[in-house]
């Protein structure tokens, strides 16, 4: 059985408790994690914060820093390999998937090494002659990154690259599932000579540790990634040290395709967009909007698509399809789906939980045209694909911006000007024009309404690990005026 331990002030060990890890595949306990627990948490915001105001990362110029991500990227790239295999193990996300997402980790690893000292003051060209004022930009503080099961070195790299590049120190939060790969990257970090402290990484149960983490003293930016749910409690506890917050929530998101649209393309997107990564992906296309006179030939085409898909071990590259990361998300689908197939929803393919071991579900796609399903409403995080269809443009947008989240959309369509339009009515935070599910370190990501704030990814994303201070010189020899009067 592996073990695995945290990494606390540039050091290793077993946490204060331990728990096992169950490989989603097989149904079995396959490693051993440490447990973070509030002493470890402690231990871990005290490093993060001593790193960040003494000793050699405070000392550091930003070129200096960029130097340490480069490094960074470059062994993340050198280890993508056995990384992925950890990740696939620890959360049965197929090895073709976690292999390619890790080796694009490294660039967001570079991207930020390039910009560490590209990040800017400002000379301002204030209202009065006898001063000089400017800004400087500062690392925003000690930063608490935590990270759901899904894509747990993907998801860590949104945070800790544009933080380290800004300065800032970290306590990273792995989830209690699957945090094998990011315990392992710890090891990459030392490695690259990161100071002691300044990247801190563990794993616990959300409410204890995450509620430690969240509500510690010393932690100035909170930066989720999680369920709405959570969020919310994650909030709530930043109520006690007022730290700022990003949150990068969950999705429902619209997938529409008009008639005109190629539908061979379309369908290959549509693929993508609810069945890769078994559809445990924030930016799953889980709703296909779909116009009503090409809605059967649609769903037939994605009917053969989804039952040829090959489901099997996520360790096997031919795999498309793996289990599930929990029995727990597995038992919410199962429920929602029956539940929308009773309120009257049509089974088109799939639905039915095969009788091996491992948390498998099939690919599924359930027409939900009139009917109030569910799984419409729901996220799944799970291969389920509803279907709404409609006649309309206008009942398009209706029916796309029918939801309280509004993180991703997709927009199949040959048409130009129509294809605008619809970028502009609809309401998320990331609209793909005749593809799905691209993303780059260079390009923001990041919600609407119930799927969160901030932006992760891209120059702006940096400057969120930053606050300004503003330096006032007064270049006057002459005795300061009237003390009585505000300058
Ligand atoms: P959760 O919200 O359950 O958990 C997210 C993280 O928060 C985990 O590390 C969890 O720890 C931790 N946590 C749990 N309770 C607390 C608490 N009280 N205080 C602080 N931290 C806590 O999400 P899931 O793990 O179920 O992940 C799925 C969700 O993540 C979906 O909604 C999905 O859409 C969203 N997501 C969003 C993305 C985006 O970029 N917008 C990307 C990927 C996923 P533990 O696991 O140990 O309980």
Not at 113 to 127: F, N, S, T, V, W
Not at 170 to 183: F, I, N, Q, T, Y
Request: glycine share 10%; net charge negative.
């Amino acid at each position: 059985m592996r073990r695995f331990q945290q990494y606390i002030d540039g050091a290793f060990d077993d946490g204060s408790g331990r728990f096992d890890s169950i490989d989603p595949a097989t149904g079995a306990v396959w490693a051993e994690m440490p447990e973070a627990r509030e002493v470890d948490v402690d231990r871990a915001v005290t490093a993060a914060e001593r790193a960040l105001w003494s000793g050699p990362w405070a000392a550091m110029t930003a070129t200096q820093r960029g130097k340490l991500l480069y490094r960074l990227a470059d062994l993340v790239a050198a280890n993508a390999q056995e990384l992925a295999e950890l990740e696939t193990r620890d959360t049965g996300k197929i090895i073709r998937e976690t292999s390619a997402q890790i080796a694009y980790v490294a660039d967001y690893y570079r991207y930020y090494a390039g910009l560490a000292d590209k990040i800017e003051g400002a000379y301002l060209p204030i209202d009065k002659a006898d001063m000089d004022v400017w800004l400087r930009r500062e690392p925003v503080g000690v930063v608490a990154a935590i990270v759901p099961w899904n894509s747990q070195l993907f998801l860590s790299a949104v945070k800790l690259g544009p933080a380290l590049a800004a300065g800032c120190t970290l306590v990273v939060k792995a989830s209690e599932d699957g945090p094998a790969p990011l315990l392992a990257f710890a090891r990459l970090v030392q490695e690259a000579g990161f100071p002691a402290g300044v990247v801190n990484i563990l794993t616990g149960f959300g409410p204890a540790c995450g509620s430690a983490l969240t509500c510690h003293p010393k932690i100035a930016h909170i930066a989720f990634t999680g369920g709405p749910g959570t969020a919310a409690a994650v909030v709530r506890n930043s109520a006690e040290n007022l730290a700022s917050t990003s949150l990068e929530l969950g999705g429902k998101s619209p997938f529409v395709v008009f008639a005109d649209a190629d539908l061979e393309s379309a369908a290959n997107a549509q693929v993508s967009g609810i069945f890769a990564a078994t559809g445990q992906s924030c930016v799953a296309g889980s709703r296909l909007i779909v116009e009503a006179s090409i809605k059967e030939r649609f769903l037939a085409i994605l009917k053969s698509r989804a039952e040829a898909i090959r489901i099997g071990s996520p360790l096997d590259m031919a795999t498309e399809v793996g289990p599930l990361c929990t029995s727990r998300q597995r038992a919410l689908i199962e429920t929602v789906v029956e539940a929308s197939l009773k309120a009257g929803a049509r089974l088109v393919t799939g639905g039915a939980t095969p009788g091996t071991s491992g948390f498998y579900y099939p690919p599924t796609v359930i027409d939900c045209d009139g009917v109030s399903a569910a799984s419409v409403e729901t996220e799944l995080f799970g291969p389920v694909l509803s279907v709404l269809s409609f006649e309309t443009e206008e009942e398009a947008v209706r029916l796309a911006n029918d939801t309280r989240f509004g993180l991703a959309s997709g927009v199949f369509t040959t048409n130009l000007a129509r294809a605008h339009r619809m970028v502009k009515r609809i309401r998320a935070g990331v609209v793909w024009v005749n593809t799905y599910r691209a993303v780059s370190p260079i390009a923001p990501f990041g919600g609407f309404g119930q799927s969160g704030h901030g932006r992760e990814g891209g120059l702006a994303a940096a400057l969120d690990y930053t606050r300004t201070k503003t330096v006032w010189v007064r270049t006057s020899d002459d005795p300061i005026p009237d003390p009585f009067v505000m300058r």
